[in-house]
């Protein structure tokens, strides 16, 4: 085993840096080793880039002066590792100072990918934590490396971020599509200067402030010309340079991969065919209703056996592997057993286009998940019912808001938004907008949006203004 760890270390080290797209997930200023640093963790589904953030951490703590021999970079996915033994961690670290032994006093960074597949992980890192001369940055692909694990392992000593699948901004970054920040220059902000309405800096303002002239007439282009593509087939990188059946294919093989490494063999799940079965129905139901009984009914009828049981612990585990997100009604959000059904969303967009049926026009559906996962990357780590869907009746009609950004805890609300594909038929305007009036009502808020493919307007209601923005502008970070 010494051997081998021996081996993969030098490995890596021979292999150097790959050339990588940056992230724009930040980690915070780099800690120059030492005992009792923070332990900065990145959680995140599998293939969404969690390996190459920890590169470029790699290639930012290099830019900033410390000696390349200092790193170590560790997969713990590696099958020549497995069975895991009980001292591979400590057989990992002593192997990386038996070839770099002057890292001992000079202070290392350990880069650990997946290392909650290792028994007793958190356990090892405390002790590294409060003995070595470190900064450490790990990976996993369980959302319980969010709180559970790391608040008893490190109790307060780590730090989490979620890594998801690109964002529309970084999307377009990837494709070469250079688009201005979208905030003024701090020497504009401070002077006040009537800069030329042409300039960058103009531009920006107007974005900033929401205004129609924000964008020239080519990046508006640009953007309507990338937005389907984007819808369509999502943040994943390795599947952007494929031709649709491939990228379908690869993205059905990531999310098969993922059950079965993070449901099936961790929780050792006794029909694999059904959690296969299951996890294509919740991906292919992103930004609809999903009803467990309902499910365990059409698989009952088709002679897949299975019970009410074994799909909530299914859909619990995919959760947890980054899979999907259920979204409850808001008044009902942090209620343990709450018996409304959730709204599913899958980790990306792409994901229900690969399980979707090849007969269905789902464009709503994929605008909706691209809304929702814009709101869970930008409201960072989020709590249970900060993030809802709402449902409520007034003089007899009954509404429904796609999401409430707010803290159900306390019932207050702080954001309101539909999303919609298109207000071109009277009726699904009237509805939507009648909602949002509901909900402002109700929450003493004075706007709502409605986001769309590419329409843009400003409705005003006796509540306030509803601002109806288009998809290519709104989900720019």
């Known amino acids: ?79 020549r590792l497995k069975p895991y033994s009980k001292n591979l961690l400590d057989a990992v670290l002593e192997g990386f100072y038996t070839l770099n032994p002057n890292a001992r006093e000079e202070g290392a960074f350990f880069f650990f990918d997946e290392i909650q597949e290792v028994p007793e ?29 790391v608040a008893s392992a490190f109790r307060g000593r780590g730090l989490s971020r979620e890594l998801f699948p690109m964002s529309f901004s970084e999307f377009l970054r990837f494709q070469g599509v250079q688009i201005p920040s979208p905030s003024p220059s701090p020497l504009t902000a401070m002077s006040g200067s ?63 991969r993922t059950v079965n490494s993070d449901v099936i063999e961790r929780y050792d799940v006794r029909s694999p065919s059904v959690a296969l079965r299951f996890v294509s129905r919740c991906l292919a139901s992103s930004g609809r209703e999903l009803s467990i009984n309902k499910i365990r009914n059409d698989f009952e009828s088709r002679g897949v ?20 997100f259920a979204v409850n009604e808001f008044s009902r959000a942090i209620a343990d057993n709450s018996r409304s059904t959730p709204k599913v969303y899958a980790i990306d967009q792409g994901m229900l286009s690969a399980f979707s049926k090849a007969s269905t026009r789902e464009e709503g559906q994929r605008l909706e998940t691209a809304v929702f996962l814009k709101l869970r990357r930008t409201r960072r780590l989020v709590r249970d019912g900060n993030i809802s869907r709402l449902l409520l009746r007034e003089n007899g009609h009954r509404h429904e808001v796609d999401f409430i950004v707010g803290d159900a805890l306390s019932g207050e609300a702080y954001q309101l938004i539909q999303a919609c594909w298109s207000l071109t038929d009277e009726k699904i305007q009237r509805r939507e907008v009648s909602a949002l009036q509901a909900a402002m009502r109700k929450y003493h808020l004075e706007q709502g949006t409605i986001v769309t493919y590419a329409q843009r307007s400003v409705i005003t209601v006796p509540e306030g203004t509803i601002r109806v923005e288009p998809a290519w502008s709104w989900l720019l970070d």
């Not at 890192?125 to 694990?149: F, P, W």
């Not at 107007?206 to 087939?233: C, I, M, N």
Request: aromatic share 10%; proline share 3%.
């Open 305 to 324: 056996r299975t019970s009410r049981v074994t799909l909530t612990s299914l859909f619990g585990y995919y959760q947890e592997a980054y899979l999907i």
């Open 194 to 256: 009537s800069e030329n309405e042409n300039s960058v800096e103009s531009r920006a303002n107007a974005r900033h402030k929401g205004r129609l002239d924000a964008f020239t007439v080519e990046e508006r282009a640009q953007l309507l010309h990338w937005l389907p593509r984007y819808l369509e087939r999502g943040g994943f990188i390795a599947v952007q340079s494929l031709e649709t059946p491939d990228a379908v294919e690869l993205l059905q093989s990531y999310a098969n």
């Open 121 to 149: 992980w958190g356990t090892f890192l405390r002790r590294v934590v409060d003995t070595q001369k470190a900064t450490i940055y790990v990976s996993g692909s369980s959302s319980k490396m969010l709180s559970g694990e």
């Open 1 to 79: 085993m010494n051997e081998l760890i021996l081996s993969i270390i030098r490995e890596q080290q021979s292999a150097g840096i790959p050339d990588l797209f940056e992230r724009d997930l930040q980690l915070g200023d780099i800690q120059k080793p030492a005992r009792g640093n923070l332990v900065r963790v990145i959680v995140g589904v599998r293939r969404c880039g969690k390996t190459y953030r920890l590169y470029q951490e790699m290639k930012r703590v290099i830019e900033a002066g410390y000696p390349e021999r200092n790193l170590l970079y560790f997969n713990f996915e590696d099958e």
